[in-house]
């Protein structure tokens, strides 16, 4: 999997991405939105041992790495549901603080929903945002995604609670 935007290349995370990953992951700013699994501070560790996972991971890839120039600068993937939820897929991503606001997260996460929904047998892909985090709800929506709901105190980090958003694009017909 290689997918093009204006800007960056979405690929496969590979053994050497090790340093540009911990690079831009390793970022308060970064991280303040993202899930408490994500570890912080992120270390060559923390990148050595996702790279190794991801790399083991079989075709074709739910998960993988934004590239500008030569640097992982962010990723993007997606959780395929089971259950009564094997129609669902929910999505994440984060990008590196110096390249937002430039509409690369938007782009790339309209061209991975693409992706996402020509390779699995799901019905729709969705995502739970911050709702202090106003600048990750309008990627979704520049993506394509509508707002589905809110749910109130739902998110709990650095012991602050806040709502949480979630959007969701159902398979094109």
Same mark, same amino acid.
């Given at each position: 999997?290689?997918?093009?935007?204006?800007?960056?290349?979405?690929?496969?995370?590979?053994k050497g991405d090790e340093v540009s990953l911990q690079k831009y992951a390793d970022d308060p700013k970064v991280e303040a939105y993202l899930d408490n699994?994500?570890?912080?501070? /992120?270390?060559?560790?923390d990148a050595d041992f996702w790279i190794t996972l991801q790399t083991k991971q079989?075709?074709?890839?739910?998960?993988?790495?934004?590239?500008?120039?030569?640097?992982?600068?962010?990723?993007? !993937?997606?959780?395929?549901?089971?259950?009564?939820?094997?129609?669902?897929?929910?999505? !994440? /991503? =984060?990008?590196?603080?110096?390249? =937002? !606001?430039?509409g690369i997260m938007a782009e790339a996460l309209a061209l991975f929903t693409t992706y996402i929904f020509d390779r699995f047998a799901i019905e729709r892909i969705y995502a739970g945002v911050f709702a202090s985090n106003q600048a990750?709800?309008?990627?979704?929506?520049?993506?394509g995604?509508?707002?589905?709901?809110?749910?109130?105190?739902?998110?709990?980090?650095?012991?602050?609670?806040?709502?949480?958003?979630?959007?969701s694009r159902r398979r094109p017909v």
């Open positions: 999997m290689i997918l093009k935007g204006f800007s960056f290349e979405i690929r496969p995370y590979k699994r994500f570890p912080s501070p /992120y270390t060559l560790a079989p075709e074709p890839q739910t998960n993988a790495a934004l590239i500008i120039g030569e640097e992982v600068v962010g990723g993007i !993937g997606v959780d395929l549901q089971n259950g009564i939820y094997c129609k669902n897929a929910k999505i !994440g /991503y =984060w990008l590196g603080s110096p390249f =937002w !606001g430039k990750s709800a309008k990627v979704l929506q520049k993506a995604y509508q707002h589905e709901a809110t749910f109130k105190k739902s998110l709990y980090k650095n012991g602050l609670y806040d709502d949480e958003l979630i959007f």
